[in-house]
């Protein structure tokens, strides 16, 4: 849904600076995630700005045209629904929403910038910062000769954590570390499974919005414990048949860290 007549410039200046770029002052704070883009907003682009304004609470994004000239933000500004309907929007185009938590830069053809705080950025880039700018990475690369200005944007916004595959890889500080040992804390028997269910899908939040990236046998072992606590029950009141209960649990992530562990010895001693 659009109202056409709607029209406040004094915001937009806060988040663009005269450049055409997100203004440094509003990035304060914020954090910018390049992602692949078509030639207009996309069911992939309209479901992440959807996903980051649920996640702040907007009711709808402020849409501003910046095709006749971005520095002097001249556009004409729209109100569009968070949903999708509506949007035929094609470059250059900014969306934010009216509280100024999230925005979305869509320069040109090939790509759009994610940028905002960290409630927004989480929800619009699920996979995580660090993970979607690498994706963006390989994209630009493999649209090299097509869209030569892609390998810029992904240099300007490459990852800032590495890959961790192992667990000496992981920064004692991250998220990633809390992970593992509430995981060991729970198969020595020193944490329960609520407590561990709790402390592991808040850490795994922090990590994702945090942008860290974790793969290889460290990566396996992380979705095997996430697809093994999306089958328990925190609250056994909710409990659905064939739900693990706290036994279940343990004996199902004693098995995963056992398995890993053993890989991890071996790896050791090559």
Known sequence: MTDSGYDDASDLRAVLGSDGAFAQSWLRDKSVTPVPAGARLDPALARRIAAGCRAVGAPYVLATNLADDPGAIAGTTSRLSTHGEGMD??????????????????PESGYALIAGNAAFVAAAVGEGVDTARARFGRYARALLGRHPALSAVAAAYGPEH???????????????????????????????????????????????????????????????????LEDYAIDPEFAEPGDLDDAGLEAALRAAWDAFRHLEIGRNRK
Do not use: K, Y
């Open 89 to 106: 929007i094609h470059p250059p185009f900014m969306l934010r929403t009216p509280d100024l938590q999230g925005a979305v830069l869509f």
């Open 162 to 228: 590495r890959a961790w595959s192992h667990l000496d890889d992981i920064d004692p500080a991250s998220a990633a570390a809390r992970q593992v040992a509430l995981l060991e804390a729970f198969t020595d028997g020193s944490c329960g499974a609520p407590d561990f269910a709790h402390g592991w899908w808040e850490a795994r939040r922090a990590s994702q919005a945090n942008g860290e990236r974790i793969q290889g046998a460290l990566g396996a072992l992380f979705d095997e414990v996430f697809m093994i």
